[in-house]
């Protein structure tokens, strides 16, 4: 039994996605318990030129529609990137994961032999098998990553449980 | 054919490694141009509480030695963390990578059903299988994420290419 695409793209990232919608509200709580605005963290970046954190949920978000369509070779809807609130990115979570359940286990079959190009190196592409491996993960968890690591460096009381979310323990 | 376990844990995992270490070249060849010690990164961080860039390494390297030992019921080598030096970082990369070689690929048959313990819940135990997904996977990539944001926030000049590495992309 091996990790599917099934699990490893369209449940985990939900429930890490769902991780990060719990992070953004802690940090909608510490605002608002400290008086501020909460869209003030909004622009927040790690370095002058790296993306701020709404841009790190909007790709958060845009990678795992990404993963789903072209893993299964369909079109993706096109969301706007014109959220300006914190709430209005809790609804592009949601819209995200309501895209990602209309798609079923048996959509994915046939996924490693996809061919997923990137407009920016035209005329080339990788196999959706290489993709989900060495590309959608560790860019999916690089964005979250980096959304969390925001928050956390303006203050966010914030763990590494807030990322991870909870595990199904069970007793020895 | 989906990803299998050594795919995902042995494979990508000592390729992040590897570019984790380039970009860590990037730092000292940065240091070095700019004429201070290179050694000075270690230290730093994204929040006053979050680990400094050497813990971030240090983590990152044992995130994988962890992930083949306990999905293969095996003990690993103890690392000191002693390093002091960019330098001596390389080698713990490299010590890492030179014990994930060790693993054969059916070294991790059966790995779904090793049970994974953390000293921080006695008792209690994930399933192999959850652990790959949910826990490994997600944990290396936030560290690897957390030592190149350290670093870009620094100024060093790094781009995602040098975070996921060369992809292997074939003629349309």
Known sequence: MQPTVNELVVEQFSRSLGNLKNILKKAQTHAQERKFDENLFLQSKLAADMF????????????????CARLTGTTPPAFADDEKTMVELFSRIDKTLDYVKTFATNDFKGYETQKVSFFWNPGKHITGHEYVISYAIPNFYFHVSAAYAILRSNGV????GDYLGEMQWKAN
Chains 1, 2 share one sequence.
């Open 52 to 67: 701020p954190l709404i841009k790190q949920v909007q790709i958060s978000c845009d990678i795992v529609k990404a993963s």
């Open 157 to 160: 009381h914030l763990g590494k």
